[in-house]
């Protein structure tokens, strides 16, 4: 490939040709990207794709792999097992959001029979010594084998 050089429109200087008789440098100072109103969040941003500003087109194009990534890189397990984990808190029943929790404490443990689905209220009591008893009756109640839980991790209330 030939390097075609230059005189800058930008800055005068004797350079490789990018846009415009620009610079790298100068294209990009000079470039404003058009306005659009957002499909998503009917917001003025700047356009990215689709019709999308920047954060709508990562949280509607992007989240999912993102999600499928993270979940086989901290947990060692597929998305489908992930989704059947996380389906409802084993401890109250709430369906919302749901965190996966390792009953022994150690996050490279991934055995079905370690994981558990835990709403953020009961995981974080799970990890807190005032209420861990709490949890742990709640699980054995719902005949939950309960015999390999550590009480690591606990947060000082």
């Given at each position: 490939?030939?390097?075609?050089?230059?005189?800058?429109?930008?800055?005068?200087?004797?350079?490789?040709?990018?846009?415009?008789?620009?610079?790298?440098?100068?294209?990009?100072?000079?470039?404003?990207?058009?306005?659009?109103?957002?499909?998503?969040?009917?917001?003025?941003?700047?356009?990215?794709?689709?019709?999308?500003?920047?954060?709508?087109?990562?949280?509607?194009?992007?989240?999912?792999?993102?999600?499928?990534?993270?979940?086989?890189?901290?947990?060692?397990i597929t998305?489908?097992?992930?989704?059947?984990?996380?389906?409802?808190?084993?401890?109250?029943?709430?369906?919302?959001?749901?965190?996966?929790?390792?009953?022994?404490?150690?996050?490279?443990?991934?055995?079905?029979?370690?994981?558990?689905?835990?709403?953020?209220?009961?995981?974080?009591?799970?990890?807190?010594?005032?209420?861990?008893?709490?949890?742990?009756?709640?699980l054995k109640?719902?005949?939950?084998?309960?015999?390999?839980?550590?009480?690591?991790?606990?947060?000082?209330?």
């Open positions: 490939m030939v390097r075609r050089e230059i005189v800058c429109d930008g800055c005068f200087q004797n350079v490789e040709l990018h846009a415009k008789n620009m610079c790298y440098k100068c294209y990009k100072r000079q470039y404003k990207p058009r306005t659009i109103i957002c499909k998503s969040c009917k917001r003025t941003r700047p356009h990215h794709s689709f019709g999308l500003c920047a954060g709508c087109n990562t949280r509607l194009n992007h989240y999912d792999k993102v999600k499928t990534y993270n979940v086989k890189k901290y947990y060692g998305m489908e097992k992930f989704m059947e984990f996380t389906k409802i808190c084993l401890s109250c029943g709430f369906k919302k959001i749901v965190d996966l929790h390792h009953l022994d404490g150690n996050r490279k443990n991934s055995d079905p029979s370690n994981l558990i689905g835990l709403c953020p209220n009961c995981h974080k009591m799970m990890h807190t010594y005032k209420y861990h008893k709490i949890i742990v009756e709640r109640k719902k005949v939950f084998d309960v015999s390999h839980l550590h009480p690591t991790n606990f947060v000082k209330n």
